[in-house]
């Protein structure tokens, strides 16, 4: 079946500076990629997706990239604030599977 | 968050005993989904539905499950609860010809 591996689990940043999430997954069928925010106590949010035959997409501060030879996709956050602090989720197999979870801090 | 409403939101209950959550949508969704999420391992998916009366096992569906007997409504049976099933739950549901799920408030089951 599809596996959906997220690194790294936690990332600490200084205010101001960008974060980095990776995920890879196993399923060469997979073509939708989305990236969920989940603060804590609450449910978990679409943030940014990204479509097979798209190989970046960007809204604001943050961007996904897509690497489908490599079966590898990346949440790019820039300017990073306080407010930016959560869980972050990738997901593939059509948003069946998720990966693990990135915790993300962000220092004031 | 697409009218997505999950209740109960907490429930506390012993070993053995017999649970069901339930998932309402108003958004008349195609797709519903349960997830359990617990510590180092994300959303995991338990079942879901295409439709109605239409039903496929998920990651984890050892111990759970469901029925949607109408398009806005999907529920989660835990037969005899177990500790390993203490976990916070999530709905969600999916458009027809939409790729975004939406997810509920959750529900945080613990069993003792």
């Known amino acids: 079946g599809e596996n959906v591996e997220q690194h790294p689990s936690t990332l600490s940043v200084q205010e101001g500076d960008s974060a980095v999430i990776k995920c890879t997954y196993s399923?060469?069928?997979?073509?939708?990629f989305p990236w969920y925010k989940q603060e804590l106590g609450k449910r978990p949010q679409l943030i940014i997706d990204i479509r097979s035959n798209v190989g970046e997409k960007k809204d604001q501060r943050i961007a996904v990239t897509l690497n489908k030879t490599a079966k590898h996709f990346s949440l790019h956050i820039t300017e990073t604030q306080p407010e930016d602090s959560a869980v972050y989720f990738c997901?593939?197999?059509?948003?069946?599977?998720f990966g693990a979870g990135t915790r993300l801090t962000v220092k004031p | 968050d697409a009218g997505i409403t999950q209740s109960p939101r907490h429930k506390v209950t012993e070993t053995g005993t017999p649970v069901t959550l339930r998932c309402h949508q108003t958004?008349?969704?195609?797709?519903m989904y349960w997830y359990r999420q617990d510590p180092g391992h994300g959303l995991r998916l338990i079942h879901y539905?295409?439709?109605?009366?239409?039903?496929d096992k998920g990651e984890v569906s050892d111990g759970y499950s469901v029925s949607r007997s109408k398009t806005e409504d999907f529920l989660l049976t835990l037969e005899s609860a177990t500790s390993s099933q203490t976990s916070v739950y999530f709905c969600a549901t999916k458009g027809q010809h939409r790729d975004t799920q939406y997810f509920g408030p959750g529900t945080r089951l613990t069993v003792l």
């Open positions: 399923d060469s069928a997979s073509n939708y």
């Open positions: 958004e008349n969704h195609r797709y």
């Open positions: 997901a593939g197999n059509n948003d069946m599977r």
């Open positions: 539905s295409y439709g109605v009366k239409d039903t």
